[in-house]
């Protein structure tokens, strides 16, 4: 009587990784079971998901929004590090182009805003928030000082958008403030991020009196940079006032409107609302002028 040999059985499968199938994977993603090798897991609240639903969970995940409808993100303020790097930038131009070329480009006068002298370049109004005084260091210092500090507090609460628009509509209401308070002619020229600056002044007082927190520093910080303008010869406190005003508007506009679905577009007409305004002004200056 033969007895035969029993066959031997197959051995269960290794699991391998889904996008590395070269990889025994013997850890399984908590939400979908599925093998995932080290360079693909994740640490979750219990256990390891695979990279796959990590992404499919941000994809669907609505983000996180502040109460002024911003995207809450965390680290560093990268729109207020962006423009200081700018002007930092446009200022070692200014010392590197000859024949003071930045200045002569870039600067704004009011004869810019008017087609009546043959010249009419209303850009300027922009571009000029990004030069700095080349004899004097602490105008570009002290603007970016306050940018960084201000910049800081703002743009994480207003969303990164919101804090850019507010920042270059104040930068063109700092130059509207200069048109409507000096003449035309003679042409006296102006630069520099301080009128963009009391924007964020004015922003950060709007901000603070919605949120009921307390403004009598910011009042201080205001009248003291405020009366250096009236103080020290040479500076536009117009430019100042012009972009205080600017930055309180717009800062109203994206705190005081309706939430809901809606909110960005009410945000986005107020702010557009604003920047119309000062092209009004600005066309009401020239053509009296």
């Known amino acids: ?33 599925r093998p995932a090798c080290p360079e693909c897991q994740r640490a979750a609240a219990v256990g390891f998901q695979c990279i796959d639903c990590v992404n499919e969970t941000k994809r669907t995940t609505p983000a996180a929004r502040t109460v002024y409808g911003g995207t809450a993100v965390g680290g560093r303020p990268v729109v207020t590090f962006g423009i200081i790097a700018i002007c930092a930038l446009v200022y070692v131009l200014q010392w590197v182009v000859p024949n003071d070329g930045m200045y002569q480009d870039f600067a704004f006068a009011s004869v810019y805003a008017t087609t009546e002298y043959g010249v009419f370049e209303p850009w300027r109004m922009l571009t000029s928030a990004f030069l700095h005084s080349q004899g004097f260091i602490l105008h570009i210092a002290l603007n970016m000082y306050m940018l960084w500090m201000f910049g800081q507090a703002l743009e994480p609460l207003l969303g990164r958008f919101r804090f850019l628009a507010l920042y270059v509509i104040s930068a063109i209401g700092g130059s509207v403030g200069f048109l409507l308070l000096t003449p035309v002619l003679p042409p006296s020229g102006v630069v520099g991020a301080s009128g963009a600056i009391f924007g964020l002044f004015g922003a950060m007082l709007v901000v603070q009196r919605h949120r009921g927190g307390d403004t009598r520093q910011l009042w201080v910080l205001i009248a003291i940079n405020g009366a250096i303008g009236f103080i020290v010869p040479q500076i536009a406190w117009q430019a100042h006032l012009g972009g205080a005003v600017t ?31 000062l092209i009004g002004a600005t066309w009401l200056k020239t053509a009296v002028a």
């Open 1 to 33: 009587m033969s007895y035969g040999i029993p066959a031997a059985e197959p051995s269960a499968q290794i699991p391998v990784c889904p996008r590395h199938p070269d990889r025994p994977s013997y850890v399984r993603c908590q939400r979908c079971g």
């Open 247 to 277: 930055g309180a508007a717009c800062a109203a506009v994206i705190a005081y409107a309706p939430r809901g679905p809606r909110q960005r577009m009410w945000q986005a007409a107020g702010l557009v609302l604003v920047l119309g305004l």
